[in-house]
């Protein structure tokens, strides 16, 4: 639902362009929850060129890890809400 609501916006506005910033809660270590994150957002941004048709060039990523927390990492709730990613218009 989610997706499809960026997509639409994104499809609405041709020349907007975003940065997509994946984050992971804070389990493991740091290096993997890095690596976690940039796949996370790269993820996010291959589904929305293959299933919504959003071009390539009009979005970056990035990964962020456990560096920047939304919720504490000490129950599920809060550690879900740090497993996200965000869009950040550029």
Known sequence: GSLKEIATVLKENGDVKVNIVGHTDADG???????????????????LISEFGIDESRMTTDGKGESQPVDKNDNAVGKANNRRVEFIKK
């Not at 270590?29 to 589904?47: C, E, G, I």
């Open 29 to 47: 270590d740091d290096k993997t929850n890095l690596d976690l994150s940039k796949r996370r957002a790269a993820a996010v941004k291959n589904m």
